[in-house]
């Protein structure tokens, strides 16, 4: 067994007894444990149930770390519990250790668990000064028992006869841990608001004499973590590691060497949820299908619901009264030019990308094969529409590795042609209600709102936040940067480059087959970071340069894009995508297979906001309007209208 001894003069000279246990010791092979003269302690083990998941299989991971899928039956309105009822037999880990009493006399000793999602969370300590709390560790994930009130438990009388005497309790993890007023509503602790992060969890034990819990050295916002320390959480594990708490006398703090990894994987062949906001009450019903809907058991098992896109009346333009299948038929550079010329302003379709208004219409999910279709429908002549559509997941998550598996639709033809979709794997804010605002933004505060433009207000919290894969058919250039010098003199409509008759950089035609993997946050404007600035900056990580763009200092979102070859992203069976969102950092990767991934884009705290608040995963297909990439070598109003059903496939979705 190896134990690690903290402040070592101090215990020896003033009997002050904190043993930190890096790993554990079985009673198998009779270990001593740990103690502090007063009594001692082994066999930390905070889930002795957990053994086998639900099919019978071993619950650990290839490192062999206790492993454990959250389950999606569980009630939606308690968010997700860990483990559920059907997980184990009573819903709660089983935890026990083993304690001795080294006095003169019996004696009760008290303890209490705590844990605390490892994977994304900010270090317990101050970077700048490790004796103080880092500013952000009260956001971390950490819980204790479900009810706070319950503080430290007093074991059963130890007898001072020299035995380890076993200790049994149960805890589960929830949401909203700390029982923060600002996730209840009418009264209800609606723990979905503050789900539990994947990731790793430890787990860390305190046995105490009671003493020292009745005289309130451990002050009572340790004892019960739903209690304020002065205006701000106080993280147990900082207390007890690193702060005051490491110095308390005949106190054992004993963290354990098991580890629980937390993975969602919301099945695609769930099912497809229909929220009734979004269609009248007398029409949706009519297309619902058995597996999409808004029925009970839709509602109860669907991870997945239809989204709906937000149309902007403002991105209305002017489209060719053409139908065309340009991925298969041919299209050439030459029918795009022609078509461009050849038809008279008052012959073109004045329209905006529209969404689905049948219900389950252009998304199907397939429980057999466990996968979602989409599908961008089919344009009849006169009733001109290019539809947009997708999905978006049902419960909301802070942080955490979203990997997507999928086949979208290839986006160029062999000629190089666009067919006008943008691919996007997106993650978006669950909720603009104060319960979901973003930590707050010191300097001038964070636009308001998504729209407003520059004389929009600023505000010290917002509920929005968005992080993007986008992948379309543009330029690779900041704007400003290597365009063509009368693009930049400001000679060429900014909006469409490809209406002008102006050759574009050789490099751009050397271009055919790629498209552009745009990776975006939307910071909201919050200028707080230290090297926050708008035009085009270059930030360096693993030995890559990801040229980061913001239009200026009070856009909402900062930008990369990385070339790409469309058949390799396109053109096979399935892609994998994933947005790997830290608290202080955010990570594109691509690649053909889960652990091929490759990075394509790098943000962090240094230069733009990153959030912190519940998000949701979009997957969609949609027809944007290419004034929002300026650049842009192909023009939304110059793509044909589909001829047929454009389709894309999803086959997972993990986050972890």
């Known amino acids: 067994m190896m134990m690690y001894l903290l402040n070592t003069k101090l215990i020896t000279r003033a009997g002050i007894f904190l043993v930190v246990m890096a790993s554990g010791c079985s009673r198998e092979a009779e270990s001593p444990g740990v103690t502090t003269g007063q009594f001692a302690i082994r066999d930390f083990n905070p889930m002795i149930n957990w053994t086998v998941d639900s099919s019978g299989k071993e619950s650990r991971d290839a490192s062999g770390r206790k492993l454990l899928y959250l389950d999606y039956m569980a009630p939606r309105e308690s968010g997700f519990l860990i483990p559920s009822l059907r997980q184990t037999d009573d819903g709660v880990f089983h935890m026990e250790f083993y304690l001795k009493n080294a006095s003169q006399a019996s004696q009760q000793f008290a303890y209490k668990i705590y844990y605390q999602n490892e994977s994304y969370k900010f270090p317990e300590r101050d970077p700048d000064d490790s004796t103080r709390v880092h500013p952000f560790a009260w956001e971390n994930f950490y819980g204790s028992w479900e009810d706070v009130q319950k503080t430290f438990v007093l074991t059963e009388e130890i007898p001072a006869d020299g035995k380890f005497h076993r200790v049994t309790d149960r805890f589960r993890i929830v949401g909203n841990p700390r029982d923060e007023q600002r996730y209840y509503s009418n009264g209800q602790n609606d723990r979905w608001k503050r789900n539990p992060r994947t990731g790793d969890y430890s787990f860390l034990l305190v046995v105490t004499l009671p003493a020292l819990i009745d005289s309130n050295r451990i002050p009572p916002c340790i004892q019960n973590i739903s209690l304020m320390n002065d205006s701000s959480f106080l993280n147990p594990y900082f207390y007890f590691l690193y702060g005051d708490g490491a110095k308390l006398p005949q106190t054992l703090v004993n963290i354990s060497p098991f580890t629980l990894k937390v993975v969602a994987k919301p099945d695609p062949g769930a099912g497809i949820f229909i929220n009734p906001w979004y269609y009248p009450a007398d029409t949706y019903g009519k297309f619902f299908t058995r597996n999409c809907g808004n029925n009970p058991g839709i509602y109860k098992k669907a991870a997945f619901e239809q989204f709906v896109h937000y149309i902007d009346p403002t991105t209305k333009y002017c489209n060719i009264p053409v139908i065309a299948d340009v991925l298969n038929e041919g299209y050439s550079l030459r029918d795009y030019n022609w078509n461009r010329r050849f038809y008279r ?103 308001a709102n998504y729209y407003g433009g520059d004389q929009d207000d600023r505000v010290q919290h917002v509920g929005y936040s968005e992080i993007d894969f986008e992948i379309l058919k543009t330029v690779k250039y900041c704007p400003n940067y290597l365009l063509p010098p009368a693009y930049n003199q400001g000679l060429i409509d900014q909006h469409n480059l490809a209406n002008w008759d102006v050759p574009l950089p050789e490099e751009v035609e050397e271009m055919d087959d790629k498209i552009l993997v745009a990776c975006t946050n939307w910071d909201m404007a919050c200028p707080d970071p230290v090297n926050y600035a708008g035009g085009c900056h270059p930030i360096v990580y693993d030995d890559q340069v990801f040229w980061q763009h913001k239009w200026g200092e009070t856009y909402r979102a900062i930008t990369s894009k990385m070339p790409e070859p469309d058949d390799e992203l396109f053109g096979g069976p399935y892609y994998y995508f994933q947005i790997d969102w830290q608290p202080e950092r955010i990570i594109w990767r691509i690649g053909p297979e889960k652990d091929q991934l490759r990075v394509v884009g790098y943000v962090d705290q240094t230069i733009t906001s990153i959030p912190n608040n519940q998000m949701l995963l979009i997957i969609s297909q949609e027809f944007h309007n290419t004034r929002w990439w300026v650049g842009s070598m192909f023009d939304q109003a110059n793509v044909p209208f589909p001829k047929h059903d454009i389709v894309g496939e999803i086959y997972e979705v993990t986050i972890e």
């Open 345 to 447: 302003k008052e012959e073109l379709v004045a329209i905006t990308a529209t969404t689905s208004k049948r219900p389950c219409e252009t998304v199907i999910s397939d429980p057999a094969a466990h996968k979602i279709i989409l599908k961008n429908p089919a344009t009849e002549f006169g009733k001109w529409e290019k539809q947009n559509v997708g999905v978006i997941t049902r419960h909301g998550f802070t942080y955490g590795k979203w990997t997507v598996k999928a086949k979208l639709t290839e986006l160029l033809n062999k000629n190089g042609l666009w067919n006008g979709l943008t691919n996007a794997v997106w993650l978006i804010t669950q909720d603009q209600s104060p319960w979901n605002h973003r930590r707050t933004c010191n300097n001038v505060g964070y636009f």
